[in-house]
DNA sequence: AGCAGGTGTTTTACCTGTAAAAAATATTGG
DNA sequence: CCAATATTTTTTACAGGTAAAACACCTGCT
């Protein structure tokens, strides 16, 4: 499901432990409601919405504390992870993103001394963006921070469950990714 | 992690399969340039981040023939899975969004005559919405479709998996949903 | 050479969300 | 009862994204 699913607090309640997650309320709310229907996708879909929807929320937190979007450090990080100069078409592909919210983000990563534009000298239409030395240091500065925190909200879950939800994580994506060209709605 | 994690693809190429999914692609791209770091929370974090994107550009579609963006059929969907009428706020909470969103997505779902509006007797700040018969039945309509199609995207991960995989993935949940207060930033 | 069509990037117009302030009403304590 | 404060919802100003069009440039064909 898109947001019946996972986007969802239940009532005006705390959290029922003994109950499940709030996706399971959602779920539990929608079968007495339809009580033909398969629920079962919702239990994955809703999770993982729901999930990414918590965890960005936190991760956040460390970038606004650097005066950072998470795109603007998507588009950041993306430079550095590479180690070489993109276009801003790359960057869009890398970043997932359109061309237009790239070059939007590029403006002003740029005027904040954060990248730098070269321009090609065979096409002139495309340009090439580094990293300054104080975008590196800021990226390189953030990811750390980041990642310690990633472990502290991750560190609910212990390592062998963590590993397995890794791997079964993989598989799922690969299968979205190999698919959905194929499943092109 | 935020963006470098699930967030991109690599390079230009088609995905290759051997190699695992983008996210493992782009850990091993940081681990190249920062080899001291724990990249491990990047391989759910991100994973979970890249589902979570590719699962809803698709949902989208089947709602888009529908006429509504998610937020919207988020909004509706809360009033027809609790069955009874809901206030702007309750409405927040229920879809996780401000209340300012709320009041402009119910001003719009309204006009479409698909919810409607009942003031408080007693405290006349204080609004109840419900869906119209028109609102049920379009609900009614999607969620089966929405459903199947749900059934179809998670079609390459066999039923043991997708089982263990909704296990691990309450699992988390729970334990965002009841740390992050506590680890509140 | 010159033009048709393709590609890379930016611009435009618009839409939606957010944070903060405002508005309207309720509640509480003197 | 009144003033102060709290609560619910809406409004405002703005930031950021998108799709489509515009621009600028390249490539290949004749």
Redo the contacts between chains.
Sequence with gaps: ????D?????G?GA?D?TR?????A?VR??R???PG?????????G?????????????????RRAGLS??E??LL??L????HELTPG?LA????SSGAAVTKRLKQLTERGLVERRGDTRDRRVAHLRLTDAGRDLV?GI??E??AY?????S??RAP??D???A?????????????DA?R?
């Design positions: 499901m898109t947001a019946n996972g986007r969802s607090a239940t005006g959290t432990a499940g997650d709030t996706v399971a959602v709310q929608w007495a409601v339809h229907l398969d629920t079962g996708p919702m239990e994955i879909i999770r993982i919405n729901r999930c990414a929807a918590l965890l960005q929320q936190a991760e956040d937190a460390p970038l998470r795109p450090f998507d990080g993306a550095r992870r590479t180690g790359e592909r890398e970043t997932f390189d990811l750390p980041q990642l990633e472990s502290a909200v991750l609910g879950v469950e963590r397995e939800l890794a079964l994580l993989a598989e799922l994506l690969g299968q979205l990714e190999g698919r959905l499943l709605v």
